[in-house]
């Protein structure tokens, strides 16, 4: 699986606990799907991802969106 892949799969499940956690415990929890869905923005105007560079020193492969 290449890197791309990963990030989006970490970014949707972090998105899906955030709104877990905002229904079960506090609304405050919302913010982590802001932080994550502003992150995701930020990556695809500047190409900057700091998931994916963590990835690509663990040996992940590159993918399209951040091939380097």
């Given at each position: 699986m290449?890197?791309?892949?990963?990030v989006?799969r970490f970014?949707?499940?972090?998105?899906?606990?955030?709104?877990?956690?905002a229904?079960?415990?506090?609304a405050?929890w919302l913010?982590?799907?802001l932080?994550?869905?502003?992150?995701?923005?930020?990556?695809?105007?500047?190409?900057f991802?700091p998931?994916a560079?963590?990835?690509?020193?663990l040996?992940?492969?590159p993918g399209?969106a951040?091939?380097?």
């Amino acid at each position: 699986m290449n890197i791309d892949r990963l990030v989006m799969r970490f970014a949707g499940s972090m998105v899906i606990a955030s709104v877990a956690l905002a229904y079960f415990f506090s609304a405050w929890w919302l913010l982590l799907a802001l932080f994550v869905g502003a992150n995701l923005l930020q990556a695809s105007f500047t190409g900057f991802c700091p998931l994916a560079r963590i990835l690509r020193k663990l040996g992940g492969k590159p993918g399209c969106a951040f091939p380097n």
